[in-house]
Nanobody
């Protein structure tokens, strides 16, 4: 099970830190990633991080967004800075359950329910 938190409303230029806690068979988490989706649009990959801490980011977001994970706490984080109105979306965390990693949705088999971020 994946549970996201930390979303909310923030002003333009502000920052938010999202968290995602994994429970259950956490030894099989594998790669973890953040995605976001606006109603009517496809889910977009933000970034991912494998068990060794190697990260992959969407080029358009890597200057402002940072992914990290605490394996001991089975927690994934997303630090978002200099937020813009176009960052408003539902943010989801997901895991692949194995060593496959990247930003392709088809790699990720386990998803949280999402946390809403609104920038205005």
């Amino acid at each position: 099970q994946l549970v996201e938190s930390g979303g909310g409303s923030v002003r333009v230029g502000g920052s938010l830190r999202l968290s995602c806690v994994a429970s259950g068979a956490t030894q099989d988490i594998g790669c973890m990633g953040w995605f976001r989706q606006v109603p009517g649009l496809e889910r977009e990959g933000i970034g991912s991080i494998d068990s060794d801490g190697i990260t992959t980011y969407a080029d358009s977001l890597k200057a402002r967004f940072t992914i990290s994970r605490d394996n001991a706490k089975s927690t994934l984080y997303l630090q978002m800075n200099s937020l813009k109105p176009e960052d408003s979306a539902m943010y989801y965390c997901a895991t692949t359950g194995d060593r496959v990693c990247g930003l392709l949705l088809r790699y990720f088999h386990y998803w949280g329910q999402g946390t809403q971020v609104t920038v205005s």
